[in-house]
């Protein structure tokens, strides 16, 4: 099955700087990417996703890179501000081979300093 | 409109009792899957449902965990027998309709459970 790792598990960045956070995946017919923010106690928001037939995408503040050869995704938030803190987890899927569950990083807690 | 709603938010068992878990999906959603959060990790796949399908129950972890969506919408995750890994955050997620090229899964807030 699929594998996702994301690091770092912890993150902490001023105010106004910008955050990476990384993951890996493990399974070749993976082409789905989505990215979700969860914050102390609530549910996991959908914040920005993409498909293995774009390399970038941007919303605003958050962008996600997708290197489909290295299996290897990013986001990217930039001028971060503290409501930006929250854990977020990266995950995979493979729509396309009629597999819609997705794997989850382990996640990644950040921490924006004021 | 409305999201993903689940029921109890928070529910307590003591081990050895049946605790059964509710999901009301977007409306109109055809797919739900179910997901377990332990604490401190990323959610972990359980099931799937396509309608009142079962597609994929590959992620149940005993056949202690049973799941149902009999008339394509509300959806049960019945645990029988509970015991103390079983304590965690119980996620559901509804997708309009992967199998049309929309992939996105919404959340519901998750029913914590506490088996003492």
């Known amino acids: 099955g699929e594998n996702v790792e994301q690091h770092p598990s912890t993150l902490s960045v001023q105010e106004g700087d910008s955050a990476v956070i990384k993951c890996t995946y493990s399974?070749?017919?993976?082409?789905?990417f989505p990215w979700y923010k969860q914050e102390l106690g609530k549910r996991p928001q959908l914040i920005i996703d993409i498909r293995s037939n774009v390399g970038e995408k941007k919303d605003q503040r958050i962008a996600v890179t997708l290197n489909k050869t290295a299996k290897h995704f990013s986001l990217h938030i930039t001028e971060t501000q503290p409501e930006d803190s929250a854990v977020y987890f990266c995950?995979?899927?493979?729509?396309?081979?009629?597999?819609?569950?997705?794997?989850f990083g382990a996640g990644t807690t950040v921490t924006v300093r004021a | 409109g409305a999201g993903v709603s689940q029921s109890p938010r928070y529910k307590v068992a003591k081990r050895g009792q049946d605790v059964a878990l509710r999901c009301d999906p977007i409306s109109g959603h055809v797919s739900l899957f179910w997901y377990q959060q332990a604490l401190g990790q990323g959610p972990e796949f359980l099931t799937y449902?396509?309608?009142?399908?079962?597609?994929?129950k590959s992620g149940l972890p005993s056949d202690r965990f049973f799941a149902e969506r009999p008339e394509g919408s509300v959806s049960t995750l019945k645990i029988q027998r509970t015991q103390q890994e079983d304590s965690a955050v119980y996620l559901c997620?509804?997708?309009?309709?992967?199998?049309?090229?929309?992939?996105?899964?919404?959340f519901g807030p998750g029913t914590r459970l506490t088996v003492t």
């Open positions: 995950a995979a899927s493979a729509p396309r081979s009629n597999d819609y569950k997705l794997s």
């Open positions: 399974d070749s017919a993976s082409n789905y």
């Open positions: 449902f396509q309608n009142e399908a079962q597609l994929d």
């Open positions: 997620a509804s997708s309009s309709d992967p199998t049309s090229g929309i992939y996105e899964q919404y």
